[in-house]
């Protein structure tokens, strides 16, 4: 079954304490993002990849870190979580389609609670 | 003033009703995305539109690429129906990818 996978589901975890969510797909997809969604704000992109080892900022990368060592997987590190990076986590892929837009497949999300 | 904005914010329908979301934007965009977030949070695409009109079963997305403007209708609502519908449009990239904020969807049986 073609699917995003993302680990933890749940996470509460106190600052400071760095830790990682890792995404995975299985859909061998180039492109590969990290969005975050908080109330009142909506979905805001974390960071992206193009391919392994192409990573840049999205719009909110303060906090964050990423890699893309593999085609596969993309997780996500954050080094010294803040209460501010409460929130729940999407990560997704895409794949650019014949009429070369990107189609989005996302993760079941992952709710993070720093305390 | 948001790039991409989405109407109404929440909508209450009976079950049958007829649905229409609407979604307008100021950017130039290369395609139009409609997405729906299940209560439980997982998030789906439902269209990605370029121009004209798509169609899946109840589901009919259409966007006026002149106006700047898409809409989301669905016929024949039901209660699985409820979920957060979202805009979102992207620029030509996978990076570029912009949210509106959603609209609440209740049909009630």
């Known amino acids: 079954e073609a699917q995003v996978t993302q680990n933890p589901r749940y996470l509460i975890t106190v600052t400071g304490k760095k830790l990682t969510v890792t995404c995975s797909q299985n859909m061998n997809h180039e492109y590969m993002s990290w969005y975050r969604q908080d109330p009142g704000l909506g979905l805001r992109q974390i960071y992206y990849?193009?391919?392994?080892?192409?990573?840049d900022k999205g719009d909110v990368p303060e906090g964050y870190k990423v890699s893309r060592k593999e085609k596969r997987n993309f997780p996500l590190i954050l080094e010294s979580p803040s209460p501010n990076q409460t929130s729940l986590y999407f990560c997704?892929?895409?794949?650019?389609?014949?009429?070369?837009?990107?189609?989005?497949?996302f993760g079941p999300g992952t709710r993070l609670t720093v305390t | 003033k948001n790039e991409v904005e989405q109407s109404p914010q929440n909508l209450t329908a009976q079950e049958g009703e007829f649905i229409t979301i609407n979604c307008s934007y100021s950017v130039g965009i290369s395609a139009l995305h409609w997405l729906q977030q299940h209560p439980g949070g997982g998030i789906v695409s439902l269209f990605m539109?370029?121009?004209g009109k798509k169609k899946h079963g109840r589901l009919i997305a259409t966007i006026n690429i002149q106006e700047k403007h898409s809409s989301l209708h669905i016929t024949a609502s039901h209660p699985r129906d409820s979920a957060v519908y979202i805009c979102?449009?992207?620029?030509?990239?996978?990076?570029?990818?912009?949210f509106g904020s959603g609209t609440q969807l209740t049909v009630l049986p």
């Open positions: 979102a449009v992207s620029q030509g990239s996978a990076r570029q990818l912009t």
């Open positions: 990849s193009m391919n392994v080892e192409v990573t």
């Open positions: 997704a892929s895409s794949f650019r389609s014949a009429l070369g837009d990107y189609e989005q497949y």
């Open positions: 539109l370029s121009s």
